[in-house]
């Protein structure tokens, strides 16, 4: 007899409706498993379909005012803030959202100036204030690295227009490692470190610090911790504080069926082979999914999980 929770069976047909990413990259990928994986054990005439998203704070809102029933956003705990109305949800709060679960992803908000300027920590760039062509996300509210990014920059003391620099703007993550790669930016701030252009331009940047009262204040303020950069990750730079950008959160609220909510949760620890399969071409600390994925770890979510999917994750054996 199987210890394992039991796998859920849904008799009645639904519709229902999630949220990924732009359409080709890992939420959208995870949306795919989920659905496929829901509609098998789900009853005729089930609807299940996936909205195109930016991932971010348009994917907490979509949920929290019910245009969709599940979305996906990254980092994991930038959706805490969403719970009391705190940073870019000041003005709205949403106290009904819940989690189904989290993908480990493990990734961090990383800050690299070009070597020809000799700036190591945030202390000397504030002191030599160099006129930087900064390569980052769009600061609109919406994305959480322009978000995060200027967050740091701005409470670092970090002001490249008064200093006769600029930033330059995109939505994802290459085309900001392109301008770095190309010479048309000489830095960059940025996530997504699992990928191979991070290796390319490492031997010409000096990755900094972010000093440890900046990443305090941030935390306490937001909710969003602090995590190491591991010694070696980056060719030629030591172990290093900075911003955590981890881990993918599937949200949704307390109006869920408690039964789809289960099923959510079942499917992502029972079939995980499913997604792990898909990355497994990849070293795991180089992989945009951190496999082998543990259901234990995956209902460690940073905000309350729902009743449905609490249930998948006390099941489980504690050993």
């Known amino acids: 007899m199987s210890d394992r929770p039991p796998e859920p069976k ?6 229902l409706h999630l949220r990924g990413d732009w359409g080709t990259a890992n939420l959208h990928r995870v949306c795919g498993w989920v659905a496929q994986e829901l509609g098998d054990r789900s009853g005729p005439g089930t609807r299940i379909a996936t909205w195109n998203s930016r991932g971010f704070v348009d994917a907490v809102r979509a949920v929290g005012d019910h245009e969709v029933d599940i979305a996906l956003a990254t980092p994991a705990a930038f959706a805490i803030a969403a719970l009391d109305g705190r940073g870019v949800y000041a003005e709205e709060k949403f106290p009904r959202l819940r989690a189904l679960g989290v993908i480990p992803q493990r990734d961090r908000l990383v800050l690299a100036v070009h070597r020809s300027h000799n700036v190591t920590t945030f202390g000397e760039l504030r002191e030599k204030a160099p006129p930087l062509r900064l390569a980052t996300s769009v600061h609109d509210g919406i994305n959480h690295v322009g978000l995060a990014a200027h967050t740091v920059l701005d409470r670092a003391g970090i002001d490249l227009p008064a200093w006769g620099g600029r930033f330059l703007e995109d939505e994802r993550p290459f085309e900001s490692l392109g301008h770095a790669l190309a010479g ?3 830095a960059i701030i940025h996530e997504a470190v699992m990928l ?3 290796q390319q331009l490492a031997p010409d940047y000096h990755f900094l610090p ?6 305090a204040g941030i935390e306490a303020d937001y909710g969003w911790p602090a995590a190491t950069v591991a010694d070696g990750y980056f060719a030629g ?3 290093f504080r900075t911003l955590d950008f981890s881990d993918f959160l599937m949200i949704t609220t307390t109006d869920l069926d408690e039964d789809i909510a289960y099923a959510v949760a079942w499917i992502l620890g029972e079939t995980r ?3 792990e399969n898909q990355y497994r071409h990849l070293a795991p600390e180089r992989s945009p999914v951190t496999y082998p994925l543990d259901p234990v770890t995956m209902g460690r979510t940073p905000i309350p999980l729902h009743p449905g999917a609490a249930r998948y994750y006390q099941a489980l054996p504690t050993s």
């Open 237 to 239: 730079a030591g172990d």
């Open 184 to 186: 048309r930016a000489d």
């Open 210 to 215: 972010v000093e440890d009262d900046v990443l």
């Open 196 to 198: 191979p252009h991070w």
């Open 273 to 275: 082979q499913i997604l």
């Open 10 to 15: 849904i008799d009645r047909g639904f519709t």
